[in-house]
């Protein structure tokens, strides 16, 4: 049980290394240019990810799919809004922003 833990936990440093710190040396794991953002709703981006989609825009074509406005309390076109600045800071493209606002993933 101990091993088996110990060989999990070195495989997984293992691949920490690889994506920390040997980017250029294994090309296989970073071929594309293009990153797709998914999110449930606006402020999720922000909220969970900022770090992330500021470091992608260095080198990559991020885009961003929403799947709702988050209108719960009737502010959807607000949240649209702020969803659009704050993909602006990020560096998120105008183009390259979709918000899909379904009623299966809606929340009214």
Known sequence: ??????FLVSILLWLIAVVLYFPAEYP???????VLLL???P???SMFFAPTIQALTFDRVVHSLCLSTGDADGLGDIRKEE???SLDVLGVHP???ALVDHPCVSSH
């Open 1 to 6: 049980m101990i091993s088996s833990r110990l």
């Open 28 to 34: 296989i794991l970073f071929k594309d240019e293009r």
């Open 39 to 41: 999110t449930a709703h």
């Open 43 to 45: 402020d999720d981006e």
């Open 83 to 85: 969803l659009g600045r």
């Open 95 to 97: 183009t390259n922003r």
